[in-house]
T-cell receptor
C-alpha cells in the first residue's frame, strides 16, 4: 500500500526551463512533507519541506506547493541547471509519527 | 562538518553468512534509523532507535537486528542473509521523532548477497 506516490519515474527538462516534479499521497493524517535529492552513490540530501499549515514554501530556485484537498504536492525548480540532474524523493510524515514515508523517486535529467 | 558515515560502502557476502553494517554520526542526534532500498523503489524503514529505545517495524524480517552501543554508533546485523536482501542500506539520523524535521542520511552501504 503506497501512501506516497511519484507516478513519473523519469523527467527530462531543458536547461534554463522549469522542472516540475509531482507527488500524491493518500493518508490525510500527513502534516509534514519533504523533498530529498539523491545523486548516484550518495545518500539522499534534504532539499526543502512544507508543513500542512502552508500551501507554499520557497528556497532560492526551489518551491514546493501543497494542495491538501487534492492530496498533492509539487516541487518546482526554476531555472533548471545541469547540477539538478538527480533522483528526487517525495516524503511525508504524520503528526507525532516516528517515521517518514518515501515515494519511489523521479529521475530528473537536465539536458543542455 | 557534522556527518553520518556508513561503512563499508560496498559489501559482498555469501548466502547465509552473517554480515554487519556500521553507521556513525557526529550530529549528536537522538534518533538513528536504518532503511533498506531496493532498485527503483522507495527507501523502506527497518527500525529506529530513539536514544536507547529500539523500535522495530512490523514487517522487518526477523533476521534483521540492530545494536546501538552509544549515541554515535548504530549497527545493522543480518544474521542469515538471503538473495533477496541484496539492496542499498541507508542510515539516517534526526534530533527527535516528535517534531517535524528532516532526517540526515549517510551515503549508504550497497550489499550484495551471492
Amino acid at each position: 500500500d503506497q501512501q506516497v506516490k511519484q507516478n513519473s519515474p523519469s523527467l527530462s527538462v531543458q536547461e534554463g526551463r522549469i522542472s516540475i516534479l509531482n507527488c500524491d499521497y493518500t493518508n490525510s493524517m500527513f502534516d509534514y512533507f519533504l523533498w530529498y535529492k539523491k545523486y548516484p552513490a550518495e545518500g539522499p540530501t534534504f532539499l526543502i519541506s512544507i508543513s500542512s499549515i502552508k500551501d507554499k514554501n520557497e528556497d532560492g530556485r526551489f518551491t514546493v506547493f501543497l494542495n491538501k484537498s487534492a492530496k498533492h504536492l509539487s516541487l518546482h525548480i526554476v531555472p533548471s541547471q545541469p547540477g539538478d540532474s538527480a533522483v528526487y524523493f517525495c516524503a511525508a510524515s504524520a503528526v507525532r509519527a516516528s517515521k517518514i514515508i518515501f515515494g519511489s523517486g523521479t529521475r530528473l535529467s537536465i539536458r543542455p | 562538518d557534522a556527518m553520518v558515515i556508513q561503512n563499508p560502502r560496498y559489501q559482498v557476502t555469501q548466502f547465509g553468512k552473517p554480515v554487519t553494517l556500521s553507521c556513525s554520526q557526529t550530529l549528536n542526534h537522538n534518533v538513528m534509523y536504518w532503511y533498506q532500498q531496493k532498485s527503483s523503489q522507495a527507501p523502506k524503514l527497518l527500525f529506529h532507535y530513539y536514544d536507547k529505545d529500539f523500535n522495530n517495524e512490523a514487517d522487518t524480517p526477523d533476521n534483521f537486528q540492530s545494536r546501538r552501543p552509544n549515541t554515535s554508533f548504530c549497527f545493522l546485523d543480518i544474521r542469515s542473509p538471503g538473495l533477496g536482501d541484496t539492496a542499498m542500506y541507508l542510515c539516517a539520523t534526526s534530533w527527535s521523532v516528535s517534531e517535524n524535521q528532516p532526517q540526515h542520511f549517510g551515503d549508504g552501504t550497497r550489499l550484495s548477497i551471492l
